[in-house]
């Protein structure tokens, strides 16, 4: 048999012990496909006291990043995550003559032209499929599968902790306090959730994926980006009894040449695809101008479906496959401005679903309609249940538009928390039919 590919891992927690342990389990079904053993020679982690499920024998853990450049290796595997030290010990592991194969989506998204460009210098391939989506093979449906296609526009549910929180409130009518801090028991959430639930994650995974189907590389930035953490329960409700459900979208449209991207809550129909994803699945929705609607669905995370991901880079290098996705040319090329050229909010339109708390009194309710047929959005329809009739009583008000452009609308909603009529921020979310 050939000789073996040498791999080193950059961390061990999570999804590195995942690929230690595939690595480990199906050591003869890998290297009968890949036609040579793929052979685990080092492990760097910070403390090597401690357990990695059994997975690591102990004399391959080290603390020093420099073993994986000194070392006899063909490939880094990079697990660590974070942008920092980690960023230096890649680079410095490509300058060495190693592949590549990282899970870490902020390196790329912030780091991209920098780690390819050093790849493209060295000759070396990055394998990334693990960055977006974790189980589900997404990157290579976009550089391989849909290469006949001019895709027009990326849907995805691409952040399993909002996806988690946002069903976990669907289902069982609870706060999102109280089930971000069951999440973070449980080990779904991390203990700092920031990035997960404020749309960053989302946006980071959003940038890999227009990249890749629209040769972009829009800056972080330039993505708008809401995420989950100020959700409240009752908009859960009251989308519910309208018949939608709220999920966090990262969304992307190219339409003639010029992009529109955002990560928001989004109210989808019930009955639509993406409102059927729940609890920690991942799904992206991709259409092509060949192949139309496609649909692609799995776990986002967690130990075993990342290590997939992984594994299947590792076999890619093993066979030397030229795979598309390790052309390192294609991919971040440095001194081509590749900015996205960004649809203004005039040329973009939406339904919205808005919800006011009002005082109860006469003629609120034609304040609003007007403020809103000044701005030209015409109402869809409105719930507005009775008050307790107390006098300082105050009422919810739910308004449905009819499709608008997101210009006009934000002016709406800017003239009305302006007015002062309101008794909080009017709550406003887009809606996809
Ligand atoms: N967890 C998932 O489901 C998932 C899914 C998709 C992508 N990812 C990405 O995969 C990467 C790893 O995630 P994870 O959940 O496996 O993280 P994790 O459980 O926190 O593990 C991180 C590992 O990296 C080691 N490490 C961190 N900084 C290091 C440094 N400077 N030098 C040497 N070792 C260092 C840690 O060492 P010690 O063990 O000694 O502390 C630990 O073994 C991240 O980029 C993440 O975004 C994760």
Redesign the pocket.
């Known amino acids: 048999m050939a000789q073996a590919l040498r791999i080193g891992l ?9 690929v230690a342990r595939i690595l480990s389990e199906k050591a003869q079904q890998l290297a009968r496909i890949a036609g040579r053993p793929l052979e685990l020679c080092r492990v ?5 006291s ?1 357990s ?1 499920d059994g997975a690591v024998p102990q004399h391959l853990l080290s ?1 020093d ?1 420099g073993t994986l450049c000194n070392d006899p290796l063909d490939v880094v595997v ?5 942008t ?3 960023r230096d ?1 890649v680079l410095k592991c490509l300058g060495a003559g190693r592949d590549l194969v ?6 790329l998204a912030e780091y991209g032209p920098e780690i390819f460009e050093k790849a493209r210098k060295h000759g070396r391939a990055i394998g990334f499929e ?2 977006v ?2 189980g589900i093979p997404i990157i290579r449906v976009i550089t391989e599968g849909m290469v006949a296609n001019r895709i027009t526009a990326i849907q995805g549910i691409l952040n ?1 902790t909002s996806n988690y929180i946002l069903s976990k409130m669907t289902d069982e009518g609870l706060n999102y306090a109280d089930v971000l801090a069951e999440a973070q028991k449980l080990g779904y959430a991390e203990a700092d959730p920031t990035l997960d639930v404020d749309g960053t ?1 989302a946006a980071h995974k959003l940038s890999i994926l227009a990249h890749l189907a629209f040769g972009v590389q829009p800056p972080l930035e330039s993505i708008p980006r809401r995420g989950i953490d100020g959700i409240d329960a009752v908009d859960i409700r009251f989308a519910s009894e309208l018949g939608y459900t709220i999920r966090l979208l990262a969304e992307s449209w190219n339409r003639e040449g010029k992009l529109a991207m955002h990560v928001s809550p989004v109210l989808l129909r019930k009955q639509a695809p993406l409102a059927q994803v729940r609890g920690a699945y991942n799904a992206v929705a991709l259409v092509g101008d060949a192949v139309e609607d496609t649909l692609y669905y799995g776990k ?4 075993l ?2 290590a997939s ?1 992984i594994v299947a880079d590792l076999v890619d290098l093993a066979v030397s496959r030229e795979r598309m996705v390790h052309r390192t040319g294609l991919l971040w090329p440095v001194g081509v401005s590749k900015e996205p050229a960004i649809l203004p909010d005039t040329d973009l339109k939406s339904r919205f679903y808005l919800r006011l708390l009002l005082p109860d009194r006469p003629g609120i309710m034609a304040e609003v309609a007007g403020i809103l047929a000044t701005h030209r959005i015409s109402i869809a329809s409105v719930i507005q249940h009775e008050s307790t009739g107390s006098p300082d009583s105050r009422v919810q008000m739910v308004i449905m538009t009819h499709e608008a452009p997101t210009s006009d609308f934000r002016m709406a909603v800017e003239e009305i928390n302006r007015r002062g009529f309101a008794v909080l921020p009017v709550t406003h979310y887009p809606v996809a039919d």
């Open positions: 950059l961390g061990c927690g999570t999804v590195g012990t995942g760097v982690v910070r403390d090597p401690k990695r603390t990043p990079e697990v660590a995550g974070g920092g030290a980690v010990a990282t899970a870490n989506k902020a390196l693990a960055a989506a974790g399993g994650d986002g995370a967690g130990m479906p990342t991901s």
